[in-house]
């Protein structure tokens, strides 16, 4: 159940970033309001991101049992482990920034996404 959980977050998040990159006013839950996708890089760079988020979000239902696994038990254990790590890391990333509407948004979604992602992994 977790990992459907996560998987949705994380699904929601892609949604809501691919809306902010369409000029949508969910800018201002990233960077506080000040982050810029104009540039050809700064596109490349965000879509790279989201296909990372859609692999995460996978990746979580197959820790999860929801769908069989790509890769063998032990690399697909280590993988969610590392993944684990980075969301934990981008957690506490997002606790410390001063926009209140980034800290309640997206602190909250990488806290969940975070746990969900540690209780799977350590799980498999």
Same mark, same amino acid.
Do not use: P, Q, R
């Given at each position: 159940m977790t990992a459907i959980i996560g998987a949705v977050l994380l699904l929601l998040v892609v949604v809501m970033s691919i809306a902010m990159l369409f000029k949508s006013p969910l800018k201002a839950l990233v960077s506080g309001g000040? !982050? +810029?996708l104009a540039t050809a890089k700064g596109r490349a760079? !965000?879509?790279? *991101?989201?296909l990372l988020q859609v692999f995460f979000a996978i990746l979580l239902l197959q820790l999860g049992h929801i769908i069989s696994p790509w890769? %063998?038990?032990n690399i697909t254990k280590i993988v969610g482990i590392v993944v684990a790590v980075y969301l *934990?890391?981008?957690?506490? &990333? %997002? !606790? %410390? *920034?001063?926009? +209140?509407k980034?800290?309640?948004? +997206? !602190?909250?979604? &990488? &806290?969940?996404t975070a746990v969900c @992602?540690?209780?799977? &992994?350590?799980? @498999?």
């Open positions: 000040m !982050f +810029k760079i !965000f879509v790279i *991101t989201l890769l %063998s038990h *934990t890391l981008n957690c506490i &990333a %997002s !606790f %410390s *920034t001063k926009n +209140k980034e800290l309640l948004v +997206k !602190f909250l979604l &990488a &806290a969940v @992602y540690w209780l799977n &992994a350590l799980a @498999y």
